[in-house]
């Protein structure tokens, strides 16, 4: 699936959700998307060719319907997407759907750079801290990075923030050349 596709679907959800709806309709998304990751056969059901839209559509409304009664057309979303076969795509639909709201929201979305993968405690604690530099809400992903040693370096707005080990190994270097008489 295009890029420009998946930015359809998210672009036609967000038109169908109120403003307040938007908010609950990321935290259901996720909630779908950890559902399909964790359970497999779940998500085979939801994939397969040989399963019906019917059948799928009732166990999406079976799954979700009470749960997201609240948001009504996320559900009626949710079947759009797997009558079209596009269940596979659910992660990208919600990336470009999670950047229209977090832009209403005026969240800037970044990338937390880091040697190991950072718990979600971890990620908040350093979008805090980038929130405090730059005044705004903040959204990180959190990327490994096998070649940093150590520490966290954050790109977000076209801005670097570097807390790793190797940048502040090297500020170490620089200040013990140039601070060295010849």
């Known amino acids: 699936m295009t890029n420009e596709l998946c930015q359809n679907y ?20 996720s909630c779908v998307l950890d559902n399909l ?19 799928k559509r009732r166990v999406l409304d079976a799954v979700y319907g ?8 996320f559900v009626t979303f949710l079947k759009v997407v797997s009558d079209h076969h596009r269940i596979k795509e659910l992660p990208n639909i919600y990336i470009a759907f999670r950047s229209r709201v977090h832009e209403d929201l005026g ?12 718990d979600d405690k971890q990620l908040e604690a350093v979008a805090k801290a980038i929130e405090k530099k730059i005044g705004c809400k903040v959204s990180l992903t959190n990327i490994v990075d096998h070649n940093l040693l150590g520490g966290v370096k954050v790109a977000i707005d076209g801005k670097v923030f570097d ?15 140039g601070g060295i008489p010849s």
Do not use: N, T
């Open 66 to 73: 009470k749960r997201f009664a609240d948001i009504p057309h």
């Open 37 to 55: 990751s964790h359970e497999e056969e779940f998500s085979k059901l939801l994939r397969s060719y040989s399963v019906s839209p019917e059948e």
């Open 10 to 29: 998210a672009s036609a959800l967000y038109d169908l959700l109120q403003k307040a709806e938007r908010e609950r309709a990321l935290e259901a998304f």
């Open 163 to 177: 807390g790793s080990l190797s940048s502040k190994l090297e500020d170490l270097h620089r200040k013990l050349q």
């Open 107 to 118: 969240v800037k979305e970044g990338l937390a750079y880091s040697a190991v993968s950072l």
